[in-house]
T-cell receptor, first 113, second 111 residues
Framework: DAGVIQSPRHEVTEMGQEVTLRCKPI?????LFWYRQTMMRGLELLIYFNNNVPIDDSGMPEDRFSAKMPNASFSTLKIQPSEPRDSAVYFCASSPLTTYEQYFGPGTRLTVT | EDQVTQSPEALRLQEGESSSLNCSYT??????LFWYRQDPGKGPEFLFT???AGEEKEKERLKATLTKKESFLHITAPKPEDSATYLCAVQAAQNDYKLSFGAGTTVTVRA
């Protein structure tokens, strides 16, 4: 069974450009999470979806960040415009209804120059 | 606010040299404590969930235990392939989704 799929795996962009990260959760999982990981701040929850509905976006750092989940098998995290301080590894995770365990994707390493 | 502190930050072991990692936590009502393993360039990999004090879980050379204030991850006779960063996270009882992560312990096992 495939795990969480993220694309792209690496993204290098210039400041001011729009960046879109993509995630396909594990089939049958009803919860989806976007995290950001940096050396300074560790793993931080950005946003949580339950049954495709955003429940908690309090971790989204600024209005430059937005996330959508148009259906149960796809989610995007968009940064517009991007800034160098957005450089980090972004993870998507999903969780089934029956347990609280979260399963992480391989991440997208974003570098904004 | 939930707090998770992991120690030590880094641990260097000789192959076969058993040791323990500590995860101290402060949470308003614990729903669960989670251990993850993270290899360089990869996402965290789920290992264990512990729900109540006194609970223990094992997987190969790893054993996780839980008290009311902390959790330990014991590594018995480690091998080089056990080298990774081990992350601890807590989930409070008042929500069913938010994990608060510690900074992790990076374990290096030398052959």
């Amino acid at each position: 069974d495939a795990g969480v799929i993220q694309s792209p795996r690496h993204e290098v962009t210039e400041m001011g450009q729009e960046v879109t990260l993509r995630c396909k959760p594990i089939s049958g999982h009803n919860s989806l999470f976007w995290y950001r990981q940096t050396m300074m701040r560790g793993l931080e929850l950005l946003i949580y979806f339950n049954n495709n509905v955003p429940i908690d976006d309090s971790g989204m750092p600024e209005d430059r960040f937005s996330a959508k989940m148009p259906n149960a098998s796809f989610s995007t995290l968009k940064i517009q415009p991007s800034e160098p301080r957005d450089s980090a590894v972004y993870f998507c995770a999903s969780s089934p209804l029956t347990t609280y365990e979260q399963y992480f994707g391989p991440g997208t390493r974003l570098t904004v120059t | 606010e939930d707090q998770v502190t992991q120690s030590p930050e880094a641990l260097r072991l000789q192959e076969g040299e058993s040791s323990s990692l500590n995860c101290s936590y402060t949470v308003s009502g614990l729903r669960g404590l989670f251990w993850y393993r993270q290899d360089p360039g990869k996402g965290p990999e789920f290992l264990f969930t512990l729900y109540s004090a006194g609970e223990e879980k094992e997987k190969e050379r790893l054993k996780a235990t839980l008290t009311k204030k902390e959790s330990f991850l014991h590594i018995t006779a480690p091998k080089p392939e056990d080298s990774a960063t081990y992350l601890c996270a807590v989930q409070a009882a008042q929500n069913d989704y938010k994990l608060s992560f510690g900074a992790g312990t990076t374990v290096t096992v030398r052959a």
